[in-house]
């Protein structure tokens, strides 16, 4: 049993930590997901608003609901089409009115239950600080619409992959030392039958 257990203890170890490497990545994505911290804005409207350094993007929202009857799926839109021609949006810092520059994005979209975002501009906020967003339409339109600013979804995929990567980096160790018993204890067994 002692022979058992120093052949597969480092192989086990080293496992074990790649699979806590994943599970804290796992779980530092849930916690820092950039969809939580959304904050939401509906047409025509001023807010204010703590804005920290990085790409941002602003998304417009709007219900979408699957129906799913087995070989029939159904889905329902309720949205804008060309939204970004009805509505003009303006983002200037707070303390010395200097206009972001707003890039057209559509690169990226969401669904959370039963609500989609689309991508309609990414901005880059170099310092940051408050800021205020302005939302209004150029037409009249028949309802609000609702539009949210989330920050860039790339950092938090580039953590899941730096917390899983350091789990890998630290099982490396454990898993050759693991496999050298393991062959050493293949090879004893080998020669002497």
């Given at each position: ?9 480092f192989l ?16 530092n ?56 021609s009805l509505v003009?949006v ?10 972001i ?8 979209n969401f ?5 989609r ?26 309802k609000s619409?609702?539009?949210?600013i989330?920050n ?24 050759l030392?693991g ?15």
């Amino acid at each position: 049993m002692k022979r058992l257990i120093s052949q597969y203890l480092f192989l086990i170890l080293g496992g074990a930590i790649i699979v806590v490497g994943m599970v804290v990545a796992i779980v530092n994505f849930w916690s820092h997901n950039p969809l939580s911290n959304r904050v939401m804005i509906s047409a025509p409207a001023t807010k204010d608003m703590f804005l920290t350094s990085g790409k941002h993007h602003l998304f417009y929202e709007f219900d979408s609901k699957q129906l799913d009857l087995g070989a029939l799926q159904l889905k329902k839109e309720e949205k804008f089409n060309n939204i970004s021609s009805l509505v003009s949006v303006k983002i200037v810092k707070v303390s010395d009115n200097t206009e972001i520059l707003l890039v057209k994005d559509s690169s990226m979209n969401f669904t959370l239950n039963d609500t989609r975002g689309e991508s309609l501009y990414s901005f880059e906020i170099v310092e940051e600080g408050n800021y205020r967003i302005e939302v209004s339409p150029t037409v009249e339109l028949p309802k609000s619409v609702t539009f949210s600013i989330v920050n860039d979804f790339s950092n938090s995929l580039l953590g899941i992959f730096k917390h899983a990567g350091i789990g890998v980096l630290i099982s490396i160790p454990f898993l050759l030392i693991g496999w050298y018993l393991y062959a050493r204890e293949a090879r004893k067994n080998y020669v002497t039958p």
